[in-house]
């Protein structure tokens, strides 16, 4: 089992996935830990970075304290350098102008399919989920960064619905059914971080979180995922990254 830490599951999934983010990056990022993530890499080591969400807003700066509970609310507008339509900014997507899209979801299958419209059977759902908004034409035209829990749940065998296309059924699927740009590029749980292979897409562990031993993968993922025996570790997080993300989301609506 994991040790206790200074920090929490969801505090952990934003510096994870913060790190991965490059200065002079352009991210279209979702509501909650991609939004958070994305402003605490701004914060700490990369200032040049882009954040567009899907209400038309680029460049926005997000005020410590005030995080927008909605990428359509006002206050993702702040000393934003431009509002666009919501046409205009995916048509951007279609430009190939964004370099990095940066979601979560309800269900991600081995092949990084995600899905976050429904969860049973289709014609009598047990659990409704919010859809795809532009989670569709974000996973199709740019690499993807995923953050979610790492429940068995949520890492099936096969999502009962592909909102947004990971690499569909593995190998060149992706590529022939049409999406010739993109892919899934990192999952970020509070376990790992996941990658996949570069030939047969599926999903494996690239680097294991402070605490974390395989098993505790293994038994938390609905399918077989490849962990190696040289898997790497990920650094835990530092008091600056946490002291940043503190300051933004100070009463831990995010990250409790």
């Known amino acids: 089992m994991t040790e206790r830490k200074n920090y929490t599951a969801s505090e952990l ?3 994870m996935s913060a790190r991965i983010l490059k200065d002079g ?3 279209f990022a979702g509501v909650g830990i991609p939004l958070l993530a994305a402003t605490l890499a701004q914060g700490v080591h990369a200032p ?7 209400g038309g807003v680029i460049g926005p700066f997000v005020v410590p304290g005030e995080l927008p509970p909605s990428t359509n609310e006002q206050r993702c507008t702040r000393r934003a350098n ?3 339509p919501i046409t205009d900014v995916l048509l951007l997507l279609q430009r190939g ?4 899209g940066f979601m979560g979801g309800a269900q991600i299958d081995r092949y990084g399919n995600l899905n976050s419209s429904y969860i049973g059977d289709p014609e009598k759902p047990a659990i409704r989920l919010p859809g795809t908004g532009g989670g569709n034409d974000i996973s199709s035209l740019t690499q993807m960064i995923v ?9 099936v065998n096969k999502v009962d619905f592909i909102t947004s296309p990971g690499f569909i059924d593995g190998g060149s699927s992706r590529a022939d059914s049409g999406l010739i740009a993109g892919g899934m590029f990192r999952v970020v749980t509070d376990l790992a971080i996941l990658a996949f292979d570069d030939d047969t897409k599926e999903m494996k562990v690239l680097a294991l979180h402070p605490g974390v031993d395989p098993d505790e993968v293994r038994d938390n993922t609905g399918f077989d995922i490849t962990i190696p025996d040289n898997v790497g570790r990920t650094d835990p997080p530092q008091k600056n990254e946490l ?4 300051n933004l989301d100070p009463e831990r609506l995010y990250t409790a």
Do not use: N, P, S
């Open 97 to 100: 102008y964004i370099d990095v």
């Open 25 to 27: 990056q352009i991210v």
């Open 243 to 246: 002291a940043v993300l503190r």
């Open 147 to 155: 953050a979610m829990k790492h429940e068995k749940r949520r890492f």
């Open 13 to 15: 999934l934003a510096v």
């Open 48 to 54: 040049g970075l882009t954040i567009l969400f899907e």
């Open 82 to 84: 431009m509002v666009l």
